[in-house]
């Protein structure tokens, strides 16, 4: 049974991002209390950035960074330290920040984050990666199954790095694949939607006027709705929350 999306609408981009943090570190405490590690995937892009930095500043009391394994949803084939890096942008804001190797006091422990490399073949690192998540994750009807996803939405409709017309990716048996940005040309990396539904919850963050139209044809099921892959990836058993600041919430209310 596919749940009923839950919207989660602040005022602003920082508002509803600091709202998803809480609620991301009391997910994570709440899962500890019976495993050891929670599994997390990250989101790209500019949006998460602000997530990011608040999980930073305002979380680094956490207790149990080093039981919480980073994985990301998808990857811009570049070098890490490129700005366009989807894992570059998270060291950058949140574990240079968390960790100190002057101190020596590391919260967050590289071996619990699980980088896509963007410098490798795109197809060997999708495959690569795959073998990660299948030794990394638990299993749950034959898929990995994060704990908790972050994802973004593209003013296209696509989420990860599943672009329109990349529909096949949605049912795919596999857990990666390398697909070509449809403007750039570039190379991304991206679980698939298989992997993206199996999680216990999905987590979109989606903020600005640009998006209003797209959240609400995909929230109201209206509109070029069907055409999103965002509007496909619903966990098969677990939540589905959509953070939303009012300029992309629009007429849209909490539910
Ligand atoms: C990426 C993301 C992608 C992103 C959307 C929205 O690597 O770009 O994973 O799916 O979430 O493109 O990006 P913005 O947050 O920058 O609008």
């Known amino acids: 049974m596919k749940p009923e999306p839950i919207l989660k609408i602040r005022s602003d981009d920082r508002q509803t991002a600091a709202l998803l943090a809480e609620d991301f570190i009391n997910s994570c405490g709440e899962i ?11 989101s790209g892009g500019n949006t998460p950035k602000i997530f990011f930095e608040i999980l930073a500043s305002e979380y680094s009391g956490f207790k149990n960074w080093d039981r919480i394994k980073f994985f990301w949803a998808d990857e811009r084939c570049v070098p890490p330290d490129d700005s366009e890096s989807n894992y570059g942008a998270v060291k950058r804001i949140l574990f240079d920040v968390l960790n100190n190797p002057d101190t020596g006091e590391i919260k967050i422990p ?12 795109p197809s060997y690192e999708a495959e690569r990666y795959s073998e990660i998540l299948l030794k990394e994750m638990n299993m ?6 994060p704990d908790v996803t972050l994802l973004g939405i593209g003013e296209d409709g696509h989420t990860a790095s599943i672009f329109p017309g990349n529909y096949d990716l949605l049912d ?9 940005h449809p403007e750039s040309g ?24 640009s998006k ?5 044809e995909i929230i109201l099921e209206n509109g070029n709705f069907e055409k999103y892959p965002a509007y496909f990836i619903k966990p098969s058993d677990g939540k589905l929350n959509w953070y939303l600041d009012k300029a992309a919430a629009g007429s849209l209310q909490e539910i």
């Open 172 to 180: 795919s048996d596999k857990y990666c694949a390398f697909v070509r």
């Open 110 to 121: 590289d071996e619990n984050i699980y980088m896509i490399n963007g410098i490798n073949d």
């Open 140 to 145: 749950n009807n034959y898929f990995p199954s």
């Open 212 to 216: 209003e139209k797209i959240v609400s």
């Open 32 to 42: 500890l209390k019976s495993r050891e590690y929670v599994n997390t995937v990250l």
């Open 186 to 209: 570039k190379y991304r990396i991206t679980m698939t939607g298989n992997v993206l539904k199996n999680s216990g919850s999905v987590n979109f963050l989606v903020t600005g006027k």
